[in-house]
């Protein structure tokens, strides 16, 4: 009963932490985060109450946009570095498509008519790592948002695996505190980004 509150109570605060940190900015990269934040409330109360099948399915579709959001963030208001070398890069995105396949080989037993939506979320949200790594910005927005995303990509591991293979010991305590910590992270990054461009 106490998560049915606490639970959505999470992105609300974090939204009214956001607005505070950069009320006097009015930019159309707060507007992307807002939306990423907004989105993923509706993902977390449409998951937490998985009422039928429907509700999987929409609280995914939920994440996926809030990610794309991120995606967009990244994409443009944070300039891709050239100064990272190009065995670097390299080397993060074959991790990157390695993990994404791992994942799918391990859950594809267990996915039946979810493959596609979930092949799709997949390849989104190694996008949003990847998009993360390549943003040339104020460093510290850059290790918060690359951080987030990273633990956002663990988070929703351990969530798939425990509900298409096998529930975890203390897997959805494992899911909420990476989950929270991702998404504070994310959130201060970009706040971190706005204020720094807004000086």
């Known amino acids: 009963m106490m998560i049915v509150i606490t639970k959505p109570l999470l992105m609300i605060s974090l939204l009214i932490l956001f607005l505070e940190e950069t009320r006097s ?11 990423a934040i907004t989105l993923s409330w509706f993902g977390d109360v449409l998951l937490m109450l998985d009422l039928n099948p429907n509700f999987f399915i929409l609280g995914l579709a939920s994440f996926l946009i809030a990610h794309i ?35 799918i080989w391990t859950l594809w037993p267990g996915l039946g008519d ?16 990847l998009t993360a790594f390549s943003r040339k910005v104020y460093y510290i927005s850059w290790i918060y948002v690359l951080i987030g995303a990273v633990l956002f990509v663990i988070s929703d591991s351990i969530l798939a695996y425990n509900k298409f293979v096998s529930e975890l010991v203390l897997g959805r305590l494992l899911v909420m505190s990476t989950y929270i910590l991702a998404q504070y992270l994310l959130i201060r990054g970009y706040w971190e980004q706005l204020n720094v461009h807004n000086r």
Do not use: E, F, Q
């Open 25 to 35: 900015i009015r930019t159309s990269l707060k507007i992307k985060i807002i939306l």
């Open 69 to 103: 959001a991120y995606i967009a963030a990244n994409v443009s208001h944070g300039d891709v570095d050239s100064d990272k070398s190009i065995l670097v890069k390299w080397m993060v995105w074959i991790t990157a498509s390695v993990y994404g396949l791992a994942m």
């Open 114 to 129: 979810l493959m596609i939506p979930v092949i799709i979320y997949t390849v989104v949200i190694l996008a949003m790592i």
